[in-house]
């Protein structure tokens, strides 16, 4: 068959390329419109397209602070059909977030009906409620009908929209911004306007201010759900430094007292961006599976404000306890980033530093100034015109009159009789009979005097860029007065307060300390059986099974388990199934391969040092600290060859100063501890060499005082080899050793 053939119409249409180019042009021509038409803001307004839209689409429908409400589904519809063509669902989300007070820090939508609350639950549909714009957002749009900023034509090319709005409040920062571009994205926190105000005006007089100084007038962001800031102020510098970081922000709380004795936490803020209804499901999921054994129930007392009250369990809990632990399991504690990739005045993506964001918006201002002057200069060149042509008129009344009752065309007559520009002649020939009285006269010709003041004034400030910068500033003063730290609406809500230590909750705290004692069977079933069993007690195992570890513990303690994998795997012991019965599989609690097993098993100890090695004769010693997991899938520590296995793990004394290696072909080697590494991870040295194709591995290994002897098991008791004895096991590590000394025992283990 040969190849379909096209509509000639078409054919012309077709060319060659490759796939990959093909979907990389498209891919590409994909993500630029989502970086500067969707869902970067611009550094000047702070706004991406959507927020801008609904702004003059609300402003072109009279939707002022002094006017009354419209329904949403009108602005919905008006911004979809003239200038967003995308989902009334996004653009009626968007406008419900501007009118949140919990989500943007200045709201720039007023909303009348439900919008939403901190619970996370919707808004009403918009056909329900209702909204104008706010004096926030009439500060965004002052001067954008005198030619402040540039207009492009919509996307049917019928109507025109602006390409950024005039803004006189510095909005980037002052209600944020956060959005995911392709390959990109932008998280910018808000911030306290009288603050900006502040910065901005100490940068108009120092140009080439440091972040430092900045950070001085801005000490952090302030959200619209308050809670405190604890980031440590080189970390905020450096921060905005750079453009890139994160503060860390913690609910506020106090305690409250209750009846006999006893007394309540009391939560009135929490971190921006968090659900409060979430939160509380996610406290009382908790205390439900034990993991906040010292609470005892949450309760949600909140109605206009936020009150969340948590019960301890014991009034011997120290509530800086309980809050820190919260603060590590919940969203009572959250990092919000900081990430100001925002498009530029060439419209191009960048992250910028704090410095950056607020001389871009100053410029704006500046731009805006001279665009706004020049425009008012052309009104009042052209007003003034208009008057001249009156005055005129009036000076030569008479002539004027007859001019116009006998001349078919007194238009050109009259330019040419008096001199008059087109303009002049024409507002002549439209004044009405009573704009000839007298008083109109003297009313015109103090018009002219006030617009020609004017202009003097505006020209002035053209020629004089310091002029110019006095205006943005008085105009920045006045931004404060209205926003200012007295007023409802721009006092600080978030608190600067100090980062906190390092607290480390002890578990103590958290469980009840008991006294177990852990078991572990030859087949790999653990349980804890309270108390402190001895060995040789009378405990029941499955049919063929028997004892194989049984250390003393407390709840509170963590278990760790060496497998012969080399990796270390961490059980909490109040984690570990009751002494009733036989336990459980320890691989159901550990993800701990089929074809391995326990090497060792071990109470942690913090700060201690353990001595790890393979039944190939290498190892090392590793921090106690570095060997704890965080996860069931447990931490490579040791790492093995082919072949090889982990044999044995076990605490080194802190004064021990020799090191003990016994193999299966019973030599045994002592060395100094000196030879041996300190590593986190890795698959150590040589501690004893074995003959090469022979059957020997390592089996055990101790750490122990030379001047005490070494211990090892005897007739059912223990056995001490002096030092003057052990001498002719001393050599070099990495050798192979001597046949151990007589009554040693035949399993060749020290313990």
Known sequence: MGKPSLPNEMAGDIRDTRLADALGERYLAYALSTIMSRSLPDVRDGLKPVH??????????????????????????????????????????????????????????DGQGNFGNIDGDNAAAMRYTEARLTDVA????????????????????????????????????????????????TSIPPHNVSELCDALKHLIKFPNATVGKLVDFIPGPDFPTGGILVEDRASIVDAYKTGRGGFRVRAKWETEKAGHGTWNIVITEIPYQVQKSRLIEKIAELIQNKKLPIVNDIRDESAEDI?????????????????????????????????????????????????????????????????????????????????????????????????????????????????LSEVQAEAILNMRLRQLRKLEEMEIKTEHDALSKEKKELNSLLRNEDKRWKVIGDEIDEIKKDYGQKTELGKRRTVIGEAPTAIIVPLEAMIEREPVSVVCSEKGW??????????????????????????????????????????????????????????????????MQGDHDVASMMIFEPEREIMVASDAGRGFIVPSDDVVAQTKNGKQVLNLGDGEEAATCSYVPEDADSLAVIGSNHKLLIFDIEDMPIMSRGRGVILQRYKKGGNA?????????????????????????????????????????LKAMRGFPTSNRFT
Request: charged share 30%; with cysteine.
């Open 52 to 109: 801008r839209r609904l702004l003059y689409a609300m402003l072109q429908l009279k939707l002022d602070p002094k006017s009354g409400f419209k329904k949403c589904a009108r602005v919905v519809g008006d911004v979809m059909g003239k200038y967003h063509p995308h989902g009334d669902a996004s653009i009626y989300d968007a406008m419900v977030r501007l009118s949140q007070d919990f989500a943007v820090r200045y709201p720039m939508v």
């Open 697 to 737: 591995v390592l089996r055990d290994v101790k750490a122990f005082v030379m001047d005490g002897g070494l211990s090892y098991p005897y007739a059912g008791g223990e056995r001490v080899e002096p030092k003057k004895e052990l001498k002719k096991w001393v050599g070099k590590r990495a050798g192979a050793g």
């Open 138 to 185: 009439m500060t965004l749009l002052r001067g954008i009908d005198e030619d402040a900023v540039d207009f492009r034509p919509t996307y049917d090319g019928e109507e025109s929209e602006p390409q950024v709005l005039p803004a006189a409040f510095p909005n980037i920062l002052a209600n944020g911004a956060a959005g995911i571009a392709v390959g990109m994205a």
């Open 307 to 419: 009150r969340i009250v948590i019960e301890p369990k014991s009034r011997a809990v120290e509530a800086e306890m309980l809050m820190e632990q919260l603060f590590k399991l919940t969203d009572l504690e959250q990092r919000f980033s900081l990430n100001m990739n925002v498009l530029d005045a060439e419209n191009t993506p960048g992250v910028m530093n704090l410095r950056e964001v607020l001389s871009a918006f100053l410029e704006h201002r500046h731009v805006v100034l001279k665009r706004r002057s020049k425009f008012r200069l052309g009104k009042i060149e052209h007003r003034l015109e208009i008057l001249g042509g009156q005055l005129i008129a009036f000076l030569n009344l008479d002539k004027v009159i007859k001019i116009i009752r006998n001349e078919d065309e007194p238009k050109p007559k009259l330019m040419k009789a008096f001199k």
């Open 526 to 591: 653990i349980r804890a059986i309270r108390g402190h069993v001895e060995k040789g007690s009378d405990l029941k195992f499955k049919e063929g099974d028997k004892p194989k570890f049984m250390l003393h513990a407390q709840t509170t303690d963590k278990l760790l388990v060496f497998a012969t994998n080399g990796r270390f795997y961490t059980i909490g012991c109040d984690k570990l199934p009751g002494g009733r019965g036989h336990g459980e599989p320890l691989r159901l609690m550990i993800d």
